[in-house]
């Protein structure tokens, strides 16, 4: 049971360059999150989605692209990179059923634009 | 708007004493609380978290927390702090969100 994991852990990017990471989870669960994470802001929604082919805007949303072909997998993509988009981003799945609403989280991506 | 605050950025305590991080929230709805730790270069754990119920909850690692509805607040509680518990703590509306995090550093 690897949980979320999360491809790939490091990239660095120059401005104007896109690329995409892959968010994947083998809990079966429904919701699935991206964040990014900056020094002293806690964790900024971007994008979620409630369940295969559904996505929808969090908090911070602009510059970036989601899909949820598959259950298990949840890419966030960055058509074209800016230096702003420098942080740690954050992937986390989890359950609505019950009382569960506990998240799990993968490792993280720190990406840096140049 | 939703809003979840963690008003001190550094909580330092000596290790055997009793800490505390504070967390309060101004939610509409069902305040479902929880309480994520970050070790260093690593995702965040969960820790415990508030649904329904008694409002003292436990967690993991000897953690605590008091719901307490007229305060709007859900503080973090351990009654003798060890060095290995210094991280990064958010409390956290789920899933939306998240406390600015409070960075806990336990001083042998």
């Known amino acids: 049971n690897a949980g979320v994991t999360q491809t790939p852990k490091f990239r660095v990017l120059k401005t104007g360059q896109s690329m995409t990471l892959l968010c994947a989870q083998d809990?079966?669960?429904?919701?699935m999150y991206w964040y990014r994470q900056d020094p002293g802001m806690g964790l900024r929604l971007i994008h979620y989605?409630?369940?295969?082919?559904?996505?929808a805007k969090g908090e911070v949303p602009d510059g970036y692209n989601v899909s949820r072909l598959k259950k298990q997998n949840f890419l966030l993509g960055l058509e074209s990179a800016a230096p702003s988009q420098t942080s740690v981003y954050f992937c986390?799945?989890?359950?609505?059923?019950?009382?569960?609403?506990?998240?799990?989280f993968g490792p993280g991506t720190r990406l840096t634009v140049t | 708007a939703q809003s979840v605050a963690q008003p001190e950025d550094q909580v330092n305590v000596a290790e055997g004493n009793p800490l505390t991080v504070k967390c309060t929230y101004s939610?509409?709805?069902?305040?479902?609380l929880f309480w994520y730790v970050q070790y260093p270069n690593r995702g965040l754990q969960f820790l415990l978290k508030?649904?329904?119920?008694?409002?003292l909850v436990k967690g993991s690692y000897g953690f605590e927390a008091e719901f307490n509805k007229s305060q709007t607040s859900f503080h973090l509680k351990k009654p003798s702090a060890l060095v290995s518990d210094s991280a990064l703590y958010f409390c956290?509306?789920?899933?939306?969100?998240f406390g600015k995090g409070t960075r806990l550093s336990v001083i042998a």
């Open positions: 986390a799945s989890s359950s609505m059923s019950g009382e569960s609403y506990e998240q799990y």
């Open positions: 809990m079966n669960h429904e919701y």
């Open positions: 989605s409630v369940g295969e082919g559904t996505t």
């Open positions: 939610v509409s709805g069902n305040p479902y």
């Open positions: 508030y649904i329904t119920g008694d409002n």
């Open positions: 956290v509306w789920t899933p939306l969100v």
